[in-house]
């Protein structure tokens, strides 16, 4: 299939509005830049509560949002770590998309705001994640979810977040009923056939996904680093179940794929797929795409499965 017409026309107009480069401007003049994306991201749904509050962090304390839809005292529930290459991003960018998937499922959704790189780059980021997963399976009772229904999600960066967290909970025998992957990065083989097709002119390029690279890792010391890099871990066996969901025209399109074959040769669940014409960043998108709900609805009907009965 071919670019889907709203999304051509998205990137049409984002080559006309001529912003810079993640890598050719200061961070805080990119960041600035995201401020966008909160109108792209749609309208937000009636929910029935959202608390902010900090949680403490190993270095600092964290800014978390929990998106309530119910008042179901014991809610299965998400922890989501949210996008944008480990540098960029916020909470209210995943506001619309976050109600959407809180309501359409019954899941109290813990999203969190963890440290960027480059000023704070690995482990800082996956620590604060990994943190908040202690902090809410201790904290169950008084958040009324259900620790023993309990996963991890995350786009892109968050995917790679999501995903290595649910190695470390693995390791440390916290039993997770499943991780929501969304265009995950997990690897950094910059020679798969997506970042070769779909280098450039589909939104996120393979420069700037180098570029993201450079900013959470500086140096090549943690490329071995399962946590830092999930492709690498030595055993993908006994992992929460997987949903993936990926996009037809996104640069992390194979990486994806190789981390979803990565956990199914090791004997892990995945549910799988892909949605056609679409670009990286779509899912939390719905100001942009009917696509956007569609997946989401998708992931919500694989999380039902999964945790059956629960909710």
Not at 209 to 232: C, E, I, R, T
Not at 267 to 288: D, T
Request: negative net charge.
């Amino acid at each position: 299939m071919t670019l889907a017409p709203e999304i051509k026309a998205f990137l049409e107009a984002g080559a006309k509005a001529g912003l810079p480069q993640v890598w050719e401007a200061p961070i805080d003049v990119i960041r600035k830049n995201t401020q966008g994306r909160v109108a792209l991201a749609g309208p937000v749904e009636d929910i029935h509560e959202v608390v902010n509050r900090f949680i403490p962090g190993p270095t600092a304390d964290l800014p978390i949002r929990i998106y309530r839809p119910t008042t179901n005292p014991s809610a299965p529930a998400i922890i989501f770590f949210h996008g944008g290459g480990w540098v960029l991003n916020f909470l209210d960018i995943y506001d619309a998309a976050l109600t959407h998937l809180a309501n359409q499922s019954g899941f109290t959704i813990i999203s969190v705001s963890y440290q960027k790189a480059p000023e704070h780059p690995f482990p800082v980021p996956f620590d604060d994640c990994y943190a908040t997963l202690l902090w809410v399976i201790e904290s169950a009772k008084d958040l009324k979810i259900d620790p023993q229904a309990l996963g991890v999600a995350g786009d892109s960066a968050g995917g790679n977040l999501a995903s290595a967290v649910a190695l470390k909970a693995r390791d440390n025998k916290i039993k997770l009923s499943f991780q929501i992957l969304i265009y995950p990065c997990n690897g950094m083989d910059f020679e798969l056939e997506s970042y070769c097709e779909h280098a450039t002119g589909y939104g996120l390029s393979t420069q700037a996904m180098k570029w993201f690279w450079d900013q959470y890792l500086q140096g090549d010391s943690h490329d071995n680093n399962p946590y830092a890099v999930p492709m690498v871990a030595n055993n993908h066996s006994n992992l929460a179940p997987a949903i993936i969901v990926t996009a037809q025209y996104d640069p992390l399109l194979s990486d994806s794929q190789r981390y979803a074959e990565l956990l199914q040769q090791a004997g892990s669940s995945v549910v799988y797929r892909e949605y056609a014409g679409m670009i990286h960043g779509f899912f939390a998108n719905l100001a942009l795409t009917p696509t956007s709900k569609q997946a989401i609805n998708f992931v919500v009907t694989e999380m039902k499965k999964i945790t059956q009965g629960v909710n």
